[in-house]
């Protein structure tokens, strides 16, 4: 992901290499400080730092953060804010992800001290009260030097929400497709994507879903299956098919600007829309070719991991990293740490929601609406018997109220989104958010993707980026010279 560059300056200057790791003393219970600490990973350079400068610091949110430790050199915004500005870059690992869990296990007892709130406290309590590894390290605090907070996608939230709550701590905040609105329905996450997909490819997705779910919910039986014979993979259930036909639209997450035409999505709309070398026109090929098409893809791809299909709602398709399908209701006696998946699933099921079904009546759309949220939140019960008795209702209202949601007012906040990303109607630039951009809350939207600001060789090819990129960087000089 990252271009390092040479290293060996490093080296030349006594400095530790980038991916060195350090432990930070957190706290396991912000609530209850007797509960004690646990060791909270995080990497950091001070390659461009000057007495005066920034502390640049990212929460690396709903990962084990190991790979990402390039974001504290100049192939991310973060360190081209801190080569500007002369300032340190850090990385910290969020609680319950890779390495840095408060109890050794994953168990939902364990994971009640998952929560937004705690994660918010880590932010501030590292701020104020890390010794960080560079000259007077002790005394770089956020009363003294001014922190800048950056994050993408959840952790671009979290920026948000940490200003609100504390914000008087972090003098600057970027905020990169931060889905600051929590929604238990958030069918809108497929908005962006049937708005700039290939027209062809749109039309005929939109054709095959109609047809599905006019099957169905109907009542021929012998209809029905043969709709689910066509998607092969031994499907036993009309839920399964629906939830399945997301997945080669979950590849969209993976486009950006430099994405080329061998990606997963563009291969999957050149299926349906490319017959004997050519190209549909914007209407597509119609239904007939669409639905036979998308099939044949459909067990062409999938073809291997049939057997290991048991709940198609919540499986994540297989990936050339995972090798296998991953499917959130696994059964344990005891649930292992560094499982991204099931610490973020955790925050969907108590406090984010974000169910990605299909639209309401009347709303066409490329998802089947018999991806409902109840069925969303059913895999909440089966992944965390413990915890759920039946389909919980996520606190996401509470969310919004406790942290500004759309309506967040924070100063020296800075919001970038991207047109073309499917989370944007979460984030201050959806079309029913009352956000307004200011000079001390603006609102950049560039034709990007999922956060394609944050990797300056992701944004490159797109100047609408570039330009989101460096007004931040104007905006952070004039507010940086406002610390004192």
């Known amino acids: 992901m990252f271009d390092l560059g040479d290293e060996s300056k490093l080296a030349t200057r006594a400095l530790p290499p980038y991916d060195t790791v350090y432990y930070f003393d957190q706290l396991i ?14 990497w950091h350079t001070s390659e461009y730092y000057q007495p005066g400068g920034p502390i640049v610091f990212m929460n690396a949110g709903e990962v084990n953060a190991a790979p990402y430790y390039g974001y504290v050199t100049n192939s991310t915004i973060n360190g081209v804010l801190a080569q500007q500005y002369h300032g340190s870059a850090i990385v910290l690992e969020h609680r319950f992800f890779g390495e840095s869990n408060p109890y050794p296990n994953l168990n939902a007892d364990s994971l009640k ?33 001014p922190w800048v907070l950056i994050g993408g996608s959840y952790p671009g939230a979290l920026v948000s929400w940490t200003m609100a709550a504390h914000p008087n701590v972090f003098w600057i905040g970027y905020s990169s497709s931060g889905v600051v609105q929590a929604q238990v329905d958030f069918w809108q996450y497929y908005e962006p994507i049937r708005e700039n997909m290939p027209q062809n490819c749109s039309e005929d997705v939109k054709a095959v879903i109609s047809h599905v779910d006019d099957v169905f919910f109907g009542s021929d039986s012998a209809a029905q299956a043969a709709v689910r014979s066509s998607f092969g993979l031994n499907f036993t259930s009309n839920d399964y098919v629906a939830g399945a036909l997301r997945w080669d639209l979950w590849t969209w997450q993976d486009m950006q600007p430099n994405t080329g035409p061998a990606a997963a999505f563009y291969q999957f709309c050149d299926s349906l829309e490319v017959k004997d070398g050519v190209s549909a026109s914007a209407s597509g090929w119609g239904l007939d070719n669409a639905f036979a098409a998308w099939g044949n893809h459909f067990r062409t791809t999938y073809v291997d991991f049939g057997e290991q299909i048991y709940l198609i709602s919540s499986c994540i398709p297989p990936t050339s990293d995972s090798g296998r399908l991953y499917c959130v209701g696994r059964h344990r006696a005891d649930y292992p740490v560094d499982d991204a998946n099931r610490s973020w699933f955790w925050l969907v099921c108590n406090e984010l929601g974000f169910s990605q079904g299909g639209p309401p009546v009347g709303q066409g759309g490329i998802v089947s609406r018999l991806n409902t949220v109840q069925l969303y939140m059913a895999d909440c019960v089966s992944t965390y018997p413990e915890a759920f008795s039946e389909p919980p209702t996520p606190s996401a209202d509470a969310v919004n109220k406790a942290y500004g949601g759309w309506g967040v007012q924070n100063d020296r906040l800075f919001f970038a989104n991207g047109k073309r990303d499917p989370w944007r109607e979460a984030t ?13 809350q603006p609102i950049g939207l560039s034709n990007g993707f999922h956060a394609s600001d944050l990797v300056m ?3 490159a090819p797109d100047q609408t980026i570039v330009d989101v990129q460096n007004s931040f960087l104007e905006y952070a000089g004039e507010w940086l010279a406002e610390f004192s």
């Open 113 to 145: 001290l998952h929560t937004i709130a705690q994660a918010i406290e880590d932010n501030v309590y590292f701020a104020q009260n890390v010794v960080l590894p560079q000259d007077n390290g002790s005394e770089l605090g956020p009363d003294k030097a």
């Open 457 to 459: 060789r992701l944004a």
């Open 428 to 440: 201050v630039s959806a079309l029913n958010s009352t956000a307004t951009s200011t000079d001390r």
């Open 29 to 42: 219970d912000h609530d209850d400080p007797s509960k004690g600490t646990f060791q909270q990973r995080y």
